[in-house]
């Protein structure tokens, strides 16, 4: 029988209380506080194979970044559902992840909302920021779909009275429970102030995402955000927007045709996939008309 401990969720986990520095890494940008202003920077990232792997999840890969502090998120063409009951492969699904996350994180940063994105690097990878994960996915339901109209009874399509937001502790072997905030307190996984912050920055997201994906014709139903504690170099913490916004996560339907162009395709398995996440992208302006070939990242978020 084997009597090792189980692996703990390192994603973003520290060995210290802020993040260390080697003396010789002289820009400390990646530090400080997400903000305009900052020029951008060339960092180099080693080959892939050549990296320190720290996580592996259902949808991306964690690899230690080219200074301390930073994070390589690859993301993955595998595809799960029901808990990881249900596995499959969508060929790009990786690349055009990668590539709507980074335009919505890029917005975001834009009107002040802070998160862990640095910059793309390629077409599967991101440089992100080290944080330290709250272990709890917070939804945003705007309209009533998936396990609300299966608890609730309530069509699928209903248009809620206001947006909902739910909370759900993450660990996969207890199936993700819902929980109230007086668990996330009583439990420490968050203290009051904190899981404030992230329900004020949760709404906020809701409201500039909901507009945005209007102005392209797709109705965002709902959505899963994750949220990490950043660490400053003055001691500060800081709560920011980490993991990933694509249709993987995101519930997206068109406003007239009602068409799901989300993950959704695969858990009913209604085919098109691929199709669907690339119209997204399209809509959104990030996709060239031949396919989901590589193109210039952002400059560099600071």
């Known amino acids: 029988m084997d009597t090792r401990p189980p692996t703990p969720d390192i994603r973003g986990s520290r060995s210290g209380t802020r993040a260390w520095r080697h003396p010789a890494v002289r820009d400390s940008s990646l530090f400080r506080r997400p903000g305009p202003g900052d020029p951008p920077r060339p960092i180099r990232v080693p080959p892939m ?7 592996e999840g259902k949808a991306k890969i964690l690899f230690e970044g080219p200074e301390p502090g930073t994070l390589v998120q690859y993301f993955k063409d595998d ?4 808990n990881n009951k249900k596995h499959g492969t969508i060929t790009g699904k990786g690349v055009l992840n990668n590539r709507i996350s980074e335009y919505l ?4 940063n834009e009107i002040g909302v802070p998160t862990h994105f640095v910059r793309r690097l390629n077409m599967r990878e991101q440089l992100v920021r080290e944080v330290e994960i709250i272990p709890i996915e917070v939804v945003i339901r705007n309209v009533a779909a998936g396990s609300l109209s299966t608890k609730f009874g309530i069509p699928e399509g209903t248009q809620l009275p206001r947006s909902i937001v739910e909370y759900y502790y993450k660990n996969d ?3 993700d429970p819902m929980v109230s905030e007086e668990h996330i307190t009583a439990f420490g996984w968050a203290s009051v102030q904190e899981l404030d912050e992230i329900l004020s920055l949760s709404l906020r997201i809701n409201d500039y995402l909901s507009g945005l994906f209007l102005g392209v014709q797709l109705r965002l139903v709902d959505f899963k955000l994750e949220f990490g504690r950043f660490y400053h170099e003055d001691e500060d913490v800081q709560i920011i927007l980490a993991d990933e916004i694509s249709p993987d996560n995101c519930r997206l339907w068109d406003m007239t045709s009602g068409e799901k ?4 395709r695969f858990r009913r398995d209604l085919g098109g996939v691929a199709e669907a996440y690339q119209e997204v992208a399209r809509r959104l302006g990030i996709l060239p008309e031949g396919g989901p070939r590589d193109i210039p990242g952002p400059r560099t978020m600071q």
């Open 105 to 108: 994180m890029t917005r975001l």
């Open 173 to 175: 072997e207890l199936n």
């Open 49 to 55: 194979a050549r990296r320190k792997q720290i996580y």
């Open 261 to 264: 162009l989300d993950k959704d």
């Open 79 to 82: 595809a799960t559902a029901f």
